[in-house]
């Protein structure tokens, strides 16, 4: 039988719109949704049958069978899995509380319901992958906008001039984004973009900057001193709506184009005549504030300063700038309901909230997990729920987490692949590939507001469940099914959709429900009640900071060098690959199956590495290393070498991938507690590494 379903992507977090075409129970066509994306979709998604076909997945529910991470595992059924956590559960709540549970998930539209099952059984330790990833720079956004990093959507489809600070988008993709900034290009904007190394994104750029490792602070204020050095900036903007305006012009007085060049790497007249085209093309300008932006001790800084260029723009809510995302009540219609249990009244473990009171508290920060771990204070820490999420992979130095973790009691991972962690946990609960489950409506904000459904295209191969079903179970087990009050999916859609008169049937035509025929704008003139911060204005010097003893705007300093004979480690991602768990999916294995370190030309020479030879890379405390072919290229900072993150796994069932590479994650030994503490984010970018040539180079050259 064939069939056509709408649905989302879930190869990775990015959440693309979807059509999939479906004979006998087989996928035999996945395209991006053509009334969103024209049929665009990443090579990930295209690979979504592959991974439904892997058998080198769970494939039921497993409990440990000897000590952790011996990987050995016994089979057993659903409702011997989930009366084992359970009853654990039960039992660990009876002795230390609820609030020595956490649950950690890959966040998302879809938390709302992992949240709340954890705050139904009375722990407010809900927390999420961030703080690797855009924490720095959702703080950066509330302390200066009063509203995190997604509340700004980027119409770049309308700008005249994108700047990317290592915000790789070519690779690190989002089609929709993607697709905006290729539009852009065709017509006649510029792209600037930032790295310390020449990427995909870097070819396709109007102008590439090489930097210096950790030095994209400089270079911002760089350009904030010479916009305001020519008054390049919005006055009126400045004037109504942004405090400390005044502050901003002091602070940067030493901060010119010619010491920011010199700092960076960069040459001053790239710079000024950058200066002079966007001064020509403002305010359609974004500066992106940056994604993955939590890798240097500066980072939140440096995205405060990429908030401040925009301010400086005045391209809030303004066609080609920064749009405020529209939800179904500024569109004239009523929201969806959505279970939202509220967080029980007690301190997080964590501290954020109560010692760290300037961070959201929404998510906390997983690493600060790990020492009340060891010291059990505010109170003892004894499980971890990890759904859609690896630990071992997102945080740095697993063997050190290993550590902390052998403080509990219980370690469950929820998760569709063996993850690292998953390895090392007590339970593996395997849920269904995103092809084989319904999801929850989510609303998608932004200038067209839309409800989205993911649905199921294809029925379960394996004794895999889908994860409403996963909490629900435990939930009944737990007494907490009044939290949890259906039985299909179909009826808990039918309650959400109930207050917005909307039907499931009307996602059929498109595969989503539009709010809005045409963007809806705020008047830019009246955005008063739009930034959320203590004054209501934009904060260039926030209080909030102030209180916590941070400095608003803060000195720059400079990076230290790497240690003679070592190289600072950089990672990223490539367009085949997310993150760690597409590594061993057998098409994309095919295409890129292991990762290999770039290494500057001169730099190589000076090691007497030639382009092709293996080499060892080890970490700082000499405690792990691994063995990849060298890319030597010219362009990448001597300073830095770069490898590709998701490789060096350790799990012996995932055959195409096993040992292949190197972790970058194994590699930043001791970094777990290497953390911005104005931002949250962890900083991935301060280790160093040494390289040497392998004495395992056979007598022919590795091909790359
Ligand atoms: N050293 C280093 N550390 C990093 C990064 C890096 O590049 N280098 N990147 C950082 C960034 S930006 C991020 S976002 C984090 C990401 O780190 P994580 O949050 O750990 O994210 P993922 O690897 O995307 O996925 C986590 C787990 O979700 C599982 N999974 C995938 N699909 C499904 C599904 O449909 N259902 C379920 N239940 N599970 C699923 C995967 O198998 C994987 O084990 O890592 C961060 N940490
Ligand atoms: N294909 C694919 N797409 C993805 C993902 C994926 O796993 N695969 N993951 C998604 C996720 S979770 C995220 S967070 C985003 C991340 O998207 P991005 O923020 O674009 O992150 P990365 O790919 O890690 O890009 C890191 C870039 O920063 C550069 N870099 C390192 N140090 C510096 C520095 O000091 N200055 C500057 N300017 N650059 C530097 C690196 O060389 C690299 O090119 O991508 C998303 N999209
Ligand atoms: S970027 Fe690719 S893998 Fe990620 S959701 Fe979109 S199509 Fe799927
Ligand atoms: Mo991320």
Redesign the pocket.
Known sequence: MKKSVYSICGM???RCPIRVEVEDNKATWIEGNQHLLKGAL?A?GAAAAALVADRERPQQPLLRDGSRGSGKWKKVSWPTALDYIADKLKKIKAEHGPESVVLSSRGGPWQDMYKSFIHAFGSPNYTNHDVT??RNTHHASLSINGVGRKDFAYDIKNAKHLIL?????F????IAENLQTLDMLDNGGHLTY????Q?ITGLKATRFMQ?R????YALALGMIHEIIKREVYDKKFIEKYVSGFEDLCRFIEPYTAAWAAKECGVREKAIKNFVDEIAEEMPKVIFHP????S??GDSFYASRALHILNILMGNIEQKGGLIIPKGPGDCGHKGLRNINIPKPDIKRADGVGWKYPHFDKGPGLAHLFFETMETADPYPLKAWIAMRHDPFSCLPDPRKQMEYFDHLELLVSIDTHYSEFGWYSDVILPECTFLERDSIIITQKGPKPRFAVRRKALEAENDTKASWEIFKGLADRLGMEDYFPYNTMEEYWQWQLEPTGYTIEDFDEKGFIELADSPVMFDPENLDDRFKTPSGKVEIISEKLTCAGLPSLKEYQSPIQPPRGMFRL??????V???GHTTNNPLLNELVPRNTLWINTKAAERLGISHGDLVDVISEDESYSGTVPANVVDYIHPEAV?TLHGFGKEIPLQTRTFNSGISDQKLMVGKLNDWDKAGGGINL?QSFVTVVKSVKNPQRRVEL
Do not use: E, Q
Not at 171 to 174: A, K, N, T
Not at 194 to 197: F, L, S, Y
Not at 570 to 575: N, Q, T
């Open positions: 990775c977090t990015v990443c990930k990833c855009g600070f290592g915000r790789n988008m690779s690190s993709l989002r930032v790295d310390v190394r990427t930097v490792p950790g030095t994209d940056g994604w993955n932006l890798r240097y950089v990672y990223g991602r490539s367009a690959h997310a993150h770069y970018c």
